[in-house]
């Protein structure tokens, strides 16, 4: 699969949206830009309101086709064998507030759910990979560089024993707990009134 967010509209026949907490405000549109890709954008009606995207039903693009939580229905990819290359960017560095991508079962807008390798930014200021599994503990692995604001290259693969982080083509970090245990999805999130920008993901069986 790949993708490189581009046109006039968001692809709504390859993903779909949900929300959490609220819809209002929330929107995904592209950039008027080159190479700008996908923005979106989490609305400002709740503190813990969020906005994701992945392999879903519905045309909604504030997430209203789906909820807060929602088993991702097309799910092509191996838990124990696949890789996810996305190229995106946080428009600004908050604490507590999580914006990012990976490969994960459930659709869900604070990186929380179960059954995830996700890459995001937002929990110290540094970006992070976690890994979840079917009971939903988690294993957050600290890429020890700080997050910026700019489009970075994030790469998680999950294999039969571990998930493996590379940012920018450096490995940064590696989880051998929690891994996910079910097949994925690529999945994108936007938390806590914040904004992504999405320009390019690719995935694949290994």
């Not at 940064?172 to 999405?198: K, W, Y």
């Amino acid at each position: 699969m790949i993708d490189y967010f581009s046109g006039s509209s968001p692809d709504t026949k390859r993903w779909g949206f949900g929300y959490q907490d609220s819809t209002t405000g929330n929107t995904a549109v592209m950039a008027d830009s080159v190479d700008g890709g996908l923005i979106m954008t989490s609305g400002t009606a709740h503190i813990n309101q969020a906005l994701y995207m992945s392999f879903m039903n519905g045309t909604a693009t504030d997430g209203s086709d789906n909820g807060t939580v929602t088993v991702v229905p097309f799910r092509p990819f191996a838990y124990d064998g696949s890789v996810m290359i996305a190229v995106w960017r946080q428009h600004s560095v908050s604490v507590g507030r999580w914006n990012g991508g990976g490969l994960a079962k459930d659709g869900r807008g604070d990186v929380s759910g179960t059954k995830m390798a996700y890459a995001y930014g937002g929990n110290s200021g540094n970006f992070y990979m976690r890994t979840a599994n079917n009971a939903g503990s988690q294993t957050d692995v600290d890429s020890g560089v700080l997050g910026d604001i700019v489009f970075n290259t994030h790469k998680v693969e999950c294999k039969t024993s571990s998930a493996n982080y590379t940012l920018n083509g450096v490995m940064v970090g590696t989880s051998t707990t929690n891994l996910p245990e079910d097949e994925l999805a690529p999945m994108f999130n936007t938390h806590r009134q914040s904004i992504i920008s999405v320009n390019y993901c690719e995935a694949w069986n290994t």
